[in-house]
């Protein structure tokens, strides 16, 4: 099955054709896309984006399409911004690429020091993923735990049901979907699951605390962290619970004696409706991920920050043998750090966070205005939403269909399961806001009928 090749070196190496066609036909022989089934993308309608502007993607054939879901929930003030970009060129005339192995450079010191002070937390750890930054937590936390007196005993983690906090192996082992997570299994760590409501039911959310308590009670001893995506579990398909709940939890890890682990990959810079949730739920925690937005969707750049505390079990001779032993090639890389820090001139100057009360309003408003029989719930926090519809049979692929129609009145949005998502640029207007809503509704009709 997996034979050795016998037709080395193959193809002499051509400039593709730049028509449409011909680059959907290369992408079709050579392109191995993410978190899609190559049968259904072989003969589903493809786009290829040519550019940007603003919230709008612009297809090779010139179409455009309001980009509701950020480029996967990364994009914060549009495309084609002119401050990132000119940040973006300012930093490529000095250095595009230097190693914080042993260096360091001044975009990443301003940047670390501005995230400290939104965040409260006093070090950066730079990675280039939200996968990683969850994996340096796992591994700060443990690490942690076993160069602390007493803290030996402390090898596992706890983490939400249906969790989401990336792909790599570490952060897939605290993850809790199985229909992405389940085939790694025999490759993972166990960890202690605590129960979660799909929706801040007072009811569902005082059972899942006395669940909690229990499991505290009983793991509490083996614990390393509890790592949690406060207020929205977003890859589960945007499953919500309330701020006081969250703030239980983390005050019942706390007493166990777990280091306190936000992923705040998708909900941070403003998603939620605050620059961070965690600022919702009143809670501090020891380690906080960052990554999507952090650039303003511009560049690979993630961050894991740290209490000074955390740092200090880290801190000794070098052969005390307590340094962490991790860093990637990119680390910190200087063009995006340049491109964050212009998207947190942005929030600061145009005071983004205040302006997005008729955006998040629109979003509520449009959400509610989706009305085709087969909705089933509605999901809102901040300008993270879903607009769950069935039943369907899984086979038929309803939701996917749903989304893939949007785009013919110029809407790209995504499903997760049965919700379709939505999660628009903090810079769309209330007016592109409720053309996605209203897109979404019309393609349920054309779709279901
Ligand atoms: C997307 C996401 C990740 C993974 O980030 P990548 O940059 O895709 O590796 C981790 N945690 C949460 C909550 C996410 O939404």
Redesign the pocket.
Known sequence: MFAERTDWPPRPDRAPPMDTAGLLDLDLRHVWHPFTQADEWATEPKLCIASAEGVELIDTDGKRYLDAVSS??CNVHGHRNPRIDAAIRRQLDTVAHTTMLGLTHAPAIELAARLCALTGLDRVFYSD??????EVALKMAFQAQQQRPGGSARTRFAALAEA?????LG?VSVGGIDLFHGVYRPLLFDCVRIPCPDRPDPEAETRCLAQARTLFAEHGPTLAGFVF?PLV???AGMRMHSASFLAGLCAMAREAGALLIA?????GFGRTGTMFALEQAGVTVDLL?V??GITGGYL?L?ATLATEAVYDCFRGPYTAWKTLFHGHTYTGNPLACAAALASLDIFRDDDVIAGLRPKIEALRNGILLIDHRTVIERRQRGLMAAVRIGPFATDARVPHRVALACREDGVIVRCLGDAIVMMPPLSMTPEQIRRCTGAINAALSRVVG
């Open positions: 996967l929930w993923s939200g996968s990683s930054a969850v989401y906090h990336g792909d790599t952060s995506e579990q977003g890859a992923d705040e990959v998708a909900t991920c990554a999507k690979p993630a």
